[in-house]
């Protein structure tokens, strides 16, 4: 995977230098509000440093950088009253994960049933899958 770039868009909302809807800032991660909610409640939470994705993260982030991540992930889906109907969480890796934006970000959705874990997923009728790679 490509090395961290500082120009993209989740380092330029850390920076200020784009506008986000916070929910939750830590000394570790930051929790704003997704642009385009793929559920009544959509919230991404990222860390502060620069890391790619899940792989580099967990790779090469300090071991408070990763429990502040997570500490994070919790305290935003209390926050966001998540807890008692219940949420989902997601991190997308790279091209079969479809991620968009190559700094590691967490997505937590919830408000509504969320149905199955990979909804429309195209699912062979024998139940084989073909690898791509
Ligand atoms: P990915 O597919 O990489 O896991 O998800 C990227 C997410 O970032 C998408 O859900 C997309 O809607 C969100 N996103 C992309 N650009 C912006 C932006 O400028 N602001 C916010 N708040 N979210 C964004």
Redesign the pocket.
């Known amino acids: 995977m490509a090395d961290y770039d500082n120009n993209n ?1 989740f380092a330029k ?1 850390l920076r200020g230098e ?1 506008p ?1 809807k916070k929910v939750l800032e830590t000394e570790y991660a930051f929790a ?5 909610p793929q559920a009544p409640t959509h919230v ?1 939470v990222i860390p502060k440093g620069p890391y790619v994705s899940m792989d580099d993260f967990t790779a090469n982030a300090s071991a408070e950088e990763i429990a502040g991540l997570w500490r994070a992930v919790g305290d935003t889906a209390r926050t966001l009253g998540l807890v008692e109907g219940g949420y989902r969480i997601m991190a ?1 890796h790279g091209h079969h994960a ?4 190559f700094h590691l ?1 967490v ?1 937590i959705l919830g408000g509504r049933p969320l149905g199955p874990m990979l909804e429309g997923g195209d699912v062979p009728p024998d139940g084989t899958w073909e690898r791509t790679s």
């Not at 704003?32 to 385009?36: A, E, G, K, S």
């Not at 479809?98 to 934006?101: A, K, L, P």
């Open positions: 868009i909302i784009l986000s704003f509000h997704d642009i385009n991404l997308n479809h991620q968009e934006v970000h997505h």
